[in-house]
């Protein structure tokens, strides 16, 4: 039996990310465990993992705290390592399978998470009083209130733990998926004969794969409801929402007969108000829309 150790008292998304990474680490030998919460010395030197507590960072002891004078370093790009990040840095490669992948969650989660138990903002809020609602915010919407002295941090934590442990556990297997997803979209660039409309067999996530080639403008792939969409290629940032080249205007809010008069194709569904997608009702009708649109 695996003795984890973390603080007592209030938790932090930190302090649970850091636990939930030992579990799926532990979970995948089937290695069973245990939590204590305590700030008594003498569990410390009996922990198998201590995280975010005992002023120690040694890895090769699983010794996990950043709250020591000068603290456990910081990334490159300047963000500190609290405890979740010493334990990604240490169990994430393992557990990911790649560490290309581990690196990809760390900028995407365990950045950001150390950055806020750090003090540090790692987003530069656009509107004054206005901070995107962030994962520490929804862990810390679980610490009891002033008003609930009935419930205490130790009830919660490991509830908060499983949650979190759910989360990483999908967002590694959105990361592995992807990275095969990649490779595909690649293999299927490579293969088009007009590098400016790549076609899908299915839906892979490409946006952030396809931005990477100069040529592309649009992606044609079915739908699950078994027809087909031409889909603009963004010029970068897919969530900036701003597309190399943007279906004809005159297409704009156009739906089923409507579109088909206007595009010249029998079977079109609909085009989007910002004309960045269209439907058809079949793949010809597709590649049709989209051969359009280049001209």
Known sequence: MKRI?????????????????????????????????????????????????????????????????????????G???????????????????????????DRRLVA??????????????????????????????????????????????????ARAKELLAREIKRNQDKAEADAKVRELYEASPDKRIIEFVTHYPWKETLTEFPEPLFIISPREDRKYQVYAVPKGDPREMKYRKYLPREWAGLRDADLARVSGVPDALFCHNDCFIAVAGSLDGARALAQKALK
């Open 5 to 77: 150790i973390t603080h007592s008292g209030g938790f932090h998304c930190d302090d649970i990310f850091a636990v939930a990474t030992i579990e799926l680490m532990l979970d995948q030998s089937a290695t069973p465990y245990t939590i204590v919460r305590t700030r008594e010395q003498t569990d410390f030197e009996t922990g198998d993992f201590v995280v975010d507590v005992g002023g120690i960072y040694n890895p090769t002891l699983n010794r996990f705290d950043h709250h020591q004078e000068g603290g456990a370093g910081a990334r490159p790009n």
């Open 112 to 161: 950001p998470v150390d950055g806020i138990d750090s003090g540090m903002l790692v987003y530069e809020p656009k509107f004054e009083g206005v901070y995107e609602y962030s994962i520490a915010y929804y862990f810390d919407a679980f610490s009891p209130t002033w008003k609930e002295p009935e419930v205490t941090p130790s009830d919660v934590f490991l509830t908060m733990v």
């Open 79 to 105: 963000i500190p390592y609290a405890s979740f990040g010493l334990v990604w840095k240490e169990f994430g490669t393992r557990l990911c399978g790649s560490e290309a992948i581990a690196e990809k969650i």
